[in-house]
């Protein structure tokens, strides 16, 4: 069993709201049947209220354009290993790409965004990179993502919130 928590913090760093998702992670050998489930769970409304693209036209012509992060974080939290790292590079039109991997093994759930478009994913140009937020907690948008992968791995999805 596994428990990945996101805080909400109030002024002076107060913690008011917590959500925690209670799961059986998936072992390394399942990462690729990982990286598909991802894939058939990434949809346009996980893109709704986040960061601008660069390219918004892109969302709904070039399948997984705008899911890189998310996907890419809700894959590192699903795995029961600790050997995963997150990196990232710009890629041809000076936009952050993100994937994980383990030594030289790449693991990028949205590659096929470049191929599509006959562009090869920057990961040669990779960094190790650290999750975008505050003590790098997980996004909410990722979150949800892993809810939809999960299905019956889910054990608990609970938000619980306190006075301040």
């Given at each position: ?8 913090y109030?002024?002076g ?11 059986k ?39 997984y ?42 693991f ?50 609970k938000e ?5």
């Amino acid at each position: 069993m596994k428990e990945v928590k996101r805080h909400c913090y109030a002024k002076g760093n107060v913690i008011y709201k917590t959500r925690t998702i209670t799961f059986k992670p998936f072992v390394k050998f399942e990462i690729h049947n990982v990286m598909k489930l991802i894939q058939d769970n990434l949809t346009p409304d996980l893109l709704s209220g986040r960061k601008k693209v660069m390219y918004p036209d892109d969302v709904n012509k070039v399948k997984y354009y705008g899911h890189c992060y998310h996907a890419s974080q809700a894959l590192y939290y699903l795995m029961n290993t600790d050997q995963l790292k997150g990196y990232s590079a710009e890629d041809y039109r000076g936009e952050k790409h993100w994937w994980l991997q383990d030594g030289d093994q790449v693991f990028d759930v949205t590659s096929d965004q470049y191929h599509s478009v006959g562009q090869k994913p920057p990961h040669d140009r990779g960094k190790v990179t650290k999750w975008y937020g505050w003590q790098e907690r997980p996004q909410q948008i990722s979150l949800n993502l892993m809810a939809r992968v999960l299905k019956n791995r889910l054990i608990k999805d609970k938000e619980e919130k306190w006075d301040i």
